[in-house]
């Protein structure tokens, strides 16, 4: 009993001295066109960092990930997991294993950090194909179907079959895919055993098929039809996302942060104006998509009506409903003042709030307005 109890008291004094190691919780998942990342996990220990998302394509091309470029940002420093690229074809998904070594200043069992998904590409289908003359087979043939070289590797004739080795490369730029498909292909000259699939290719990369061949005395070919498609890379857009251990807690210092990012330059407002049904939409839908991704959805907002110099009360009162947290509803209100039209009105916004600091909080900020 005593060494229990001795086992115990040390096990809560290395608790007190060294700390608990932090929880953090998962970051909403994130919808894409034509993609999705749904968070798995996320943790932390003493000498690395772990976030690890369930990507899946989810339209008609191909989803690429560079892991290489994903990066943990914390106190003005970042960190990478090593090199990975992964391809997804339609419908396919896959697990990505992020390991972030810390590295200072990058701190161990932080409160939060931004995790930042760059390198993420979408190629959508080719709508057309490369034209390619037909290819006679013989030994070392080479043919040329716009970024696309063919060349015979292997060519042998038996008594009862033809063998031949074929090698596509694809020499396309870096914001390229290459695209195989050898399901319309026609073979000639006999009765054809292929395995018809083919593959999507990066720029200098190369995919190799072999055919067997029951001839029937004619001359051996292939006709390409539709099999070479080049598909072009575009780069997929996703705000810094920020994760917070399970105890994080928005503090006001944050808030006056905002607060003073938001009054740092006034513009003059033209009367009685208001934003286009066409910006407030894109507005609107730029917040909640900030706000899901743990963006800076109030920053955003405020370069964007920096540009627009114009709103009124009522689309304030609209845009108070898509945030959740009430302190992000006040920052929000404060920074929007400098730019709304009908500033008499403004008082309708305290009405919004939930808590009563925060409405007293918007009361002293319009009295000294």
């Given amino acids: 009993m005593k060494n229990l109890l001795m086992t115990v008291l040390f096990l809560t004094v290395l608790t007190n001295v060294f700390g608990q190691q932090k929880k953090y919780n998962l970051p909403k998942a994130i919808t894409a066109p034509d993609a999705s990342f749904t968070f798995q996990k996320v943790s932390g220990s003493s000498s690395s960092y772990s976030v690890n998302f369930k990507a899946q394509n989810t339209g008609d091309g191909v989803l690429l990930l560079d892991r290489s470029k994903t990066k943990l940002a914390q106190n003005e420093g970042e960190v990478y997991p090593t090199s990975q690229i992964t391809m997804l074809k339609a419908g396919e998904s896959k697990v990505i294993y992020n390991q972030f070594r810390i590295k200072a200043p990058v701190q161990k069992n932080a409160d939060y950090f931004d995790f930042i998904l760059d390198g993420v590409q979408y190629a959508k ?175 955003m907002a405020n370069e964007f009506l920096m540009e627009k110099k114009c709103i009124n009360v009522d689309q304030v009162l609209e845009y108070l409903s898509v945030f959740n947290l009430d302190g992000q509803r006040l920052a929000f209100a404060k920074m929007a003042y400098q730019y709304t039209s009908d500033k008499p009105k403004f008082h309708l916004v305290v009405t919004k709030l939930a808590y009563t600091k925060n409405k007293q909080a918007l009361e002293e900020f319009l009295e000294v307005q």
């Fill in 125 to 299: 289908a080719a709508k057309s194909s490369i034209t390619a003359e037909k290819l006679v087979l013989a030994e070392k043939a080479t043919q040329t179907a716009g970024e696309f070289a063919v060349k015979v590797m292997e060519y042998n004739v038996y008594s009862d079959r033809i063998y031949a080795s074929v090698k596509c490369t694809f020499n396309g730029n870096g914001k390229q895919l290459g695209k195989i498909d050898l399901t319309g292909i026609t073979v000639n000259g006999g009765t054809p055993k292929i395995v018809k699939k083919g593959d999507v290719l990066q720029a200098g990369k190369s995919y190799t098929f072999s055919i067997n061949i029951t001839p029937n005395g004619e001359e051996t070919s292939i006709e390409w039809g539709n099999a070479f498609q080049v598909m072009n890379l575009v780069d997929v857009k996703i705000a810094p996302i920020k994760v917070t251990s399970t105890t994080y807690k928005e503090t006001e210092e944050a808030a006056k942060k905002e607060e003073v990012k938001a009054t740092e330059e006034k513009k003059d407002v033209a009367k009685d104006c208001a934003l286009s049904y066409a910006d407030f939409s894109a507005l609107k839908k730029d917040i909640e998509t900030e706000i899901n991704a743990g963006g800076d959805a109030i920053g």
